[in-house]
């Protein structure tokens, strides 16, 4: 039975039981969280879903982080999670093609400060949720994911693990929660098709669905004890293969949540590799915008389907362009937040340009995805100069890791405008000393309020 | 493009084009899922769920039924929708099979309290959320069943066309609301094979998540526009075969609401034909329990498939055993609520008669489901004589109906020990005449909190 597998592993799963490289890379993912989640929160979807749960109301037992006010639980989970995944730049699992910190951060850090726990338990119940989340995940990638936004159902029970850890469930309970959790799970990816903001909605749900689940079971609501593997359960009704093995494959040995990639570019995924090599080839032979006539991109097929668009026509369809993407790179030498502004969707050099971008398959590449997302580019400047660049992996990648000092750059260009200074700095020490903090609502606290 | 029909047609469906004999089916509907609530409200699935809102807390909206309290209107839709199918004698429509009022009339039921709307106001989305719900159910129909619970996923989307009427959203908002209903729609059988609590959280959620896909499109929240019939939509991601044109077919012409049937017995529905039989057997011939030697029940494969229990464990499972419930028939001649006792699952003389039930799928009648849903019976004396009967349709469908009065009655057995006698009674009649409540809350005011 999966989910007893999975409740043992959570249960018997503590701090002290965390290698010190998990403890680690935990603190990057929840700073590099909160800098989305901060970057998203002055944006619509997350407005919206702000005004409306202040009017619902609720015990004040967590921070909505679009204004620093506190409501229920299930509302700063539904708020926070849907402003995480806002600006693109939150984390993602390339196995499992699945964006945890959105679903799982959010609802873990609501039960806590319901709880008044502190970092210790924090850490460890996100190391929980990311493990389950993606290892579920990894199960049913990839056919789940033609119809189902991995990060919305996978998430809703990442976010259950990791919040039933925090509310301190017994086996028993746990199971209950992944049961609670599963029969929850939703979120389908037709919203691509027109752009809809329910994709922001999805990682929220799944936050606060997951705390729900959680929550029930804490109360001994009863949940499907089979609903991973079950005749009628998660796996058969929502994938036409999985394996089930990935899901306890060194389970509670290997800690999924180093897996992680995260993102330094404002723009889907699928579009690093590429920026990423242009970046390089531009400042390694001091090129420039004007002097390029063609630049040829190479990537797996995935790549094309989800980001092969010369004609974006919103700033958010232009995160989805791998040739806008590789305009902005070749003009500004960054690809972040601000370039993706209408002047420069409008601006006719850039438009120009994009004809200029070749992008095709190239069957090597594609035969090596999903293990890698490699890519392959080629500038070719008026005079008839070629530069080329290869790399197997975009950069944030465990196999192309950023730095801590990188990701704190980050999270300063993220959430700068939202913090003072001082207080911007206090947040990054205490982040990264969170095991000593002994009750996270002294990281929240006011957090979101424009202080 | 199906969800801008449907919102077309919620959009211009008034009370006013309602014909009398819909408005007046709506009002019964009204009545019998408030009685099924009720019954449901002191159990513990809607116990823990009323602990828990409870204790998240919310602006007073809405009334939720387990206690009288108020709430946010998305904490009322999700205990109301709980309790409304816990005694499983809430309402179904067999086409789709889908519990229609169980997450739809809570979540119109919140909406119209919360804006202080009335009597016509509610019927009218009543009728608009059965509608949408049982069209959506129709086109998926048998396929998704399997794995999906239709109660949950379709209700998300009656729930949200209810609550949108309510509301008085645009046609774009209106397609807005089911783009974000469908992408929340979820629920999986697997809680059957243990039971689960789970099963009442369906419809909870369902109404919950509905009512909050209409108040997101309120505020131009914006869903996908092919959430139903899209490449990676609804129907092709939980369906392996489907039939849109059944979502269309006379809408605005027929009211699905009239095709709903009422359940008499505390059973499952697919006991029904069943117990009617032997109900009318016993008492055309004046027959008793002790003079049965044998019962041979035929019925369709999919009775068979779920209440074919000879060895029911609990109260809830003697529910899906047409053995036991054919032996409470032919013991009590009845099959309410408080058959369902342990003390009954224990009797000795009703468990062995258990095994004097044999329960066989007819090919006739088998080729005859869903469109009928039939049932026949023999009945043989220790004596020798043997008593038949046939049924196309239990009682209780609209092809085999009960009166207003029996309704009114099972109201009175399922709402009695919750109202005071004079309460009891003006409920009835405020139900009855809701056209002419000019506000909503002047029936709820109160209700559930035991006055």
């Known amino acids: ?25 935990a603190k990057l993912c929840i700073l590099d969280w909160l800098g989305s989640a901060l970057a998203g929160s ?61 679903p799982i ?8 400060e319901m709880k008044g726990a502190g970092g210790k338990e924090l850490l460890t119940a996100v190391v929980i949720g ?23 159902t996978c998430g809703t029970f990442g976010a259950a693990a990791a919040v039933g850890k925090i509310v301190g469930l017994t086996e028993e309970q746990l199971v209950h929660a992944l049961g609670n959790a599963g029969t929850q799970a ?25 705390l729900l689940a959680a929550l029930l079971a804490e109360r001994n609501f009863t949940g499907a004890a089979r609903i991973i593997e079950g005749r009628r359960g998660f796996c058969r009704a929502t994938a036409s293969e999985y394996d089930l093995e990935k899901i306890t494959d060194r389970l509670g040995k290997h800690y999924k949540i180093t897996e992680t990639s995260f993102k330094i570019h404002a723009s889907c995924r699928h579009t690093h590799q590429t920026v990423d090599i242009v970046l390089d080839l531009m400042r390694k032979y001091g090129l420039s915008f004007e002097e390029i006539a063609k630049v040829r991109v190479r990537a797996y097929q995935i790549a094309l389907n ?53 992008f095709v398959t190239d069957p090597d590449l594609d035969s090596a995805y ?47 405008a939202f913090l003072t200074p001082s207080r911007l700095e206090k947040v990054i020490t205490d982040v ?20």
């Open 186 to 210: 939703a979120g389908l990816w037709e919203f691509i098709e027109d752009g809809a903001m329910t994709k922001h909605l999805h990682p929220g749900k799944a936050a606060m669905n997951g």
């Open 432 to 451: 990264l000393q969170l095991e000593y903090i002994s009750d996270v609502r002294k990281i929240t606290s006011g957090l979101g309020s424009n202080d």
């Open 130 to 152: 990311y493990d389950v989340g993606i290892r579920i995940g990894e199960a049913v990638t990839p056919s789940h994911y033609y119809y189902w936004h991995t990060t919305a």
């Open 1 to 25: 039975m999966i989910s007893k597998e999975l409740a043992s592993f959570i249960y018997r799963t503590n701090f002290s039981s965390l290698p010190p490289e998990v403890i680690e890379y």
């Open 42 to 102: 002055d944006k619509l979807p997350g407005k919206i879903l702000s005004q409306l749960v202040t009017k619902l109301g609720g015990t004040p037992q967590a921070t909505v982080l679009t204004d620093g006010s506190k409501n229920s639980c299930l509302h700063a989970a539904l708020v926070n999670g849907a402003i995480s995944h806002t600006v693109e730049l939150d984390d993602v699992h390339k196995g499992s093609i699945f964006h945890p910190a959105a």
């Open 306 to 358: 989800i980001t092969d668009n010369a004609d974006p026509e919103t700033p958010y369809a232009a995160k989805f362009s791998t040739q806008f993407c590789v305009a902005l790179a070749a003009r500004y030498g960054r690809v972040g937040l601000e370039e993706f502004s209408e002047d420069n969707l409008r601006d006719p050099q850039l438009r120009e340009f994009l004809s200029r971008v070749e």
């Open 105 to 112: 951060i959010p609802a873990a850090l609501a039960a806590a």
């Open 370 to 416: 999903p293990a890698k997302w490699p890519g392959r580019v080629e500038i070719i400047l008026k005079d008839g100069r070629k530069f080329t660049g290869y790399t197997d992996f975009p950069k944030g990648d465990p196999e192309n890791p950023v730095s801590r000092e990188e990701l704190i750059e980050k999270f300063r260009q993220l959430a700068g």
